[in-house]
Structure formats: C-alpha cells, structure tokens
C-alpha cells in the first residue's frame, strides 16, 4: 500500500521534470523518510513501459567498483556505432541508486564505485574491465536517480565533485499530521473493505489507535534510555518500524476482533513485537512497557490491566480459538489471526509438532518448551507469515535461535533451506546455493525459509547479497547471461525449464524471468538471520549493511528466565534414578548458581567495563556435568561395593575351604596314628 502525501506528490512531480530531462536527481534525508519507497513508485508507475526502462542498484559498505559496473553492462545492449551500449533500442533508462554513500573509503580516502560514476559523468563512459584492450564504453540515454542518508555511522561524505553532477533535494522527516492522516487512511480502508463487516465499535477505535501508535513512536525519541548507543545501534526507530504496527493490524479479521477491547489488544501486541522485541534487556522493555501503558491510558482511555488479561499476550493464526457464534462445541475458523488465551493448548500444540517432527526427520530437536521458547516460536511465525517478512534473531549461544527456527518452520509447513557449515564453502558455493535458493522460490513458488548462521559467514560478500535480497529481492548477476558463452553451467538455461515446466509456456524474454523471479522471491522467501551480540561483530555489520536493519523485525532473545531454567534443569533430571527426594533441591540450587553467576557478570561489567556472557549452553553443560559426575561417582561407589562383596565371597569360599580341610584332617589323625604305630622306629646313628 502506497499511501500519497504532499511530500510524495512533490517528490514525484521533481522526478518526472528531471529525470525524463535527462538530470540527475539526489534525495537526501534521515533513514525512513519515505525516500525509496516514493521513488521506487514512481519509477514502476513512469518509468516501465515501451520508452523507458530503470534498474535499481542497492549499496552497501562492500559495493565495488566492478559490481556496478557489472550490473549496469548486464543491463545494456550494444548500439551500432562500436563501443557503444545504452539500454534497448529506443528506450531511454534510469539507474535507481539507494544508499549512494555506503561504500567504503580506500586508503586514499576515496570511494571506488562512486569515482566509476563520475568517470561516466565526466565522460560519458568507462573502460572496458573484461577485455586486453581496456578500450573505453559510452553508455548512452541514461540518468542517475540516487538516494541517501547524512553522513553517519558507516555512511561516508561523497566527493563534491560528484555531488555537482546532481539536483540535490533535502526530503524532510514526515509530520505528525502527515502520518496521522496516512495511517488512519490506510487503517479505514483495510478494515473497511473487509470481506466480513467489522463493527461500529472498531470502525470509531480506528482514529485512536492510530493516534495512540504515532504518540508512542514519537515517545521513543523522548526516552534517552532508548536512544542509539555503541552497544545498542539497533535502537534506531523509523517509519518503517511504524508502518510493522499498522501491517500487523491489518491482518485482523471482523471474526477475531469484534469489540474495541479486542482491536486495543492486537494493538498493543503488536507494538510490543515491532518495538520491545528488539530491546536488549529488561529494564529497556520496562521503560517501553511504561510508555505504551500510558498512551493506552491517555489515547484510549483504557488502563493496561482492564484490558490485557493474559501474560504474555500472544497473538497467532496457527491456533484456532475463535469459533461461530463463540459456541466451542462448533469446528473453530481456521487460519484466523486471533489472540491466543490458551497456554495450556498452545504448548500442547507445540509439543505436539515437536513429537511428530522427531519422529519424521533423522535429526530430531532437543527442545524443552517452556514458555520463553513458546514465545520466540509464536514471533518468528509472526515474522514469516508477513509479506516480505525477515527475522534477524540476536543471541547468545545455545538460546534455542536455529531449534526454534527450525520447529517454527514445521509449524508453519515452509520449507527449510540452509547452506553447508564446512571450511570449504566458499563464494562459488554460495552462489550456487542462492540460485536454487531462488528457483525454488521465484520460479517453484515454495514457500521457504532461508536460515543462515553467523558462523556460517565466511565472508562480507555473502552479506552484500543478503543486503541486495533483503532490499530489493534479487542478487545482482547471478543469473548471468554471460555464462553460457563462456562455457560454464548455464544457471539461466535452467531458469528457462523452470519456467517452462511451471507456467507451461516460453518466457517471452529473459528479463521476464527475471522479474518473475525477482517478485515471487519477494512474497515466498523469508530470510531469518542469527547472530550473536558478543564482541563488535554484530555492530559493525548492522552498520556497513543498512538492509539487516531496515528490512528485518529483530528479536532479541534475552537471558532465560527462572521458569526456564527450572523447566530444563526438571527435564534434564528427569531419567535420573535415585533422587527423587532431592530431585526439587537440586534444581532450585542449580537455578541458583545460574542466576548468582549472571549478577555477577553484570558486576563485573560495572566495575571492568567488559562483557562475560554467561549463556544457556553454559547452564547446560553445568546439569550435564552434574549428571556425568553423578554417574561416575555412583559407578566408583558401585565398583568398590562389587569390589567389598566379591573380597567378602572369596574369603567365605577360603573359609569353607579351610573348614573341609580341617575336618577332612581330623577324620585323618586315628587313621595317621595307627600308620604311625605300624612303622617301625628309624635307628638313629650315633
């Protein structure tokens, strides 16, 4: 939904008298100031079609030189005089450039990419990198459309004497009323063309939630404990984290939300998985907590407890809770985004899905399903049944990120996708992965989640295309025409027999694959990273690659709860024998050690100013060493008791032994004496 405001209109209006005059147009602004998305529609909407044609290019801090100039050649035909490209034939076309000052600085200070675009404004072309020869190529009938943030975190000052080349245009931050007016719109009418009517009740809440939803987007700017630090840069909150909000009420149905009650309730969860999900601790989700709690109270005139009755409020369309005229003993709607009341059924479902995904699949998941773990798998399926829905997942090791993925997958039926973890993956692998990755989502129309680990980065080029896929929904040159003539496997060859054998027809051309390709991927790929918080990894990257934040819901997994660790400490200890009475003391103690060591750590973050995480994996390996010792001990105990008893036996056997022997000797002494008496006495000699 692309909602029009007099900033859009003046963008749009800039677009088409400059543009189409062949000049170059700079939008400059704050990240989420509608920059991309206003040009974006205005180039599908002006800028498709029999006379014109455009590209989009997408930067990040890795962008090279050669890579642009790449993108734009696969892009361009040959025109008749020699050395010569342009777009096709009597076409005109323009190069959408976001995030234009992303790349990095070389050692001298410059950027590579942007010094290859101003060759082209300067002259017209650049040399060709493929060939001896190096002769230059004119590219003809193109502009540059480009966008970008102020020079800020990974966001470099470009050369003025590229900039000259450019209309630069300042694009403010939207107003209240501007987003006021654009939300309640969109809200009126989502709800209002619903299949089945909503009531009165909800049509009259709608100028109030959104009211409510702006003031507490605009409330997290106020709050300094929510502002962007070194340590916590994901803190920073756009129109694109609102516009989650309003995307997530409009999956409601008329069927699930009846009264006003329940349309403050889906609002405010979804709050809490846009805005507090992300939040790295405790005291952060308080302060937001606070935050929502009285904009309820001022906007809706509703306090948080008369409203929100369950803990934790959870919302899900994987459950069925809402029946036909709420009789229970009728067969309940089914996929119904609807607040789930019933935690008992939840986890039964969810152990459920657990049980028959071990029984179906060789390698089974070791989960104990607490309700922490519930949570997590009920926001991940949140995530990816959204259109172009992301995850990035931050924790720390063993917080359940890919085993939970993994049973959200099942629950959800995608198909799971991942790449090889070995040392020998390299880039050519990778490639090779994404392309069927993307037959299988844009040609196939697979439903797939694409899970990819930190560890499984071997290097920053994979995350440049991740930044390409989250943002614009294709990898650049991946499929490219070049590599049959060069002999090579020919992945657009069987890019065409996939789309023969699925749409039952030839391709028209192979830019109509392309962009087939490009918007299934859109809709049936959803990418869920995980990554861990621990060292400067984790902030360098969100800060040379804008799309891992801009284009993905983060949820931040935080230290395991007391209910967590006591349900897994119970399920480690349930096969032991023998501890019955002292199974309860144990764990409570075993808690204990947990949560003593982690105020500890926080003490020595205070004091030292260096983090010691203490991680679920560590409090794992505490009961399996637990468990380990035990057994060890019990055997040693048990080997010295078989060791005693089978000592005590040998001397009872000695013992009944000597006993015979004994009474065999004393039935021997008559018998010795009278021989004795027989034998005649030895002389002795003297």
Known sequence: ?????????????????????????????NAGSGKTSCALTELKKNFSNSKRS???ICMSSQTSASQIQRIIESKVEKRGRKQHFGPSLGKKGVVFIDDINMPEKDQFEAQPPIELLRQWMDYGGWYDIDSSDKKLKQIEDISFLSTMSPPSSGRQTISIRYLRHY????????????????????LTWSLGNAETPYSESVIQGIGKITDATIDVYLDLFKEQSLRPTPTKSHYAFNFRDLTKVFQGICRSTALAVKREEDLIKLWAHECLRVFSDRLVNIPDREVFSKILKANMKADLGKDWESIITTDPLIFGNYLPCVYPDDNKTKEPY??????ITDLGALKALAESCLAKYNETHKSTLEIVLFVAAIEHVSQLLRIVTLPRGHALLVGVGGS???????????????????????KKYKIIEWHNDMKTLLMKTGIENTPTIFFLNDTQIRSDLFLEDLNNLLSMGEIP????????????????????????????RQPTSEDEILEVLRENSKTKLHVVLSMSPTGDQLRHRLRMFPSLINSTTINWFLAWPEEALRSVALQYLTDVEGIDTEREGIVSLCVDMQERVRLLTEKYKDEMHFYYYVTPTSYRDLLKIFKKLLAEKRKTFIDGIKTYETGLEELIKTEQVVTQMRACLIELEPKQKKRKMKTPPILLMP
């Open 1 to 29: 939904i692309n909602a029009e405001y007099m900033g859009s209109i003046r963008m749009g209006f800039l677009i088409n008298q400059l543009v189409l005059n062949q000049r170059h147009l700079l939008f400059i602004g």
């Open 54 to 56: 455009f590209i989009t």
């Open 167 to 186: 209309n630069a245009i300042w694009v403010d931050q939207y107003e209240k009323k501007t987003l006021q007016s654009m939300f309640k719109n969109i």
């Open 334 to 339: 089914k996929d119904i985004y609807c607040e």
């Open 400 to 422: 359940g990120r890919k085993s939970l993925t993994t049973l959200a997958t099942f629950i959800g039926k995608f198909n799971l996708f991942a790449i090889d973890s070995s």
């Open 477 to 504: 040159n991946l499929f490219s025409k070049q590599e049959g003539k060069e002999g090579k496997n020919d992945s657009m060859s069987k890019l065409k027999d996939s789309f023969q054998n699925m749409f039952k």
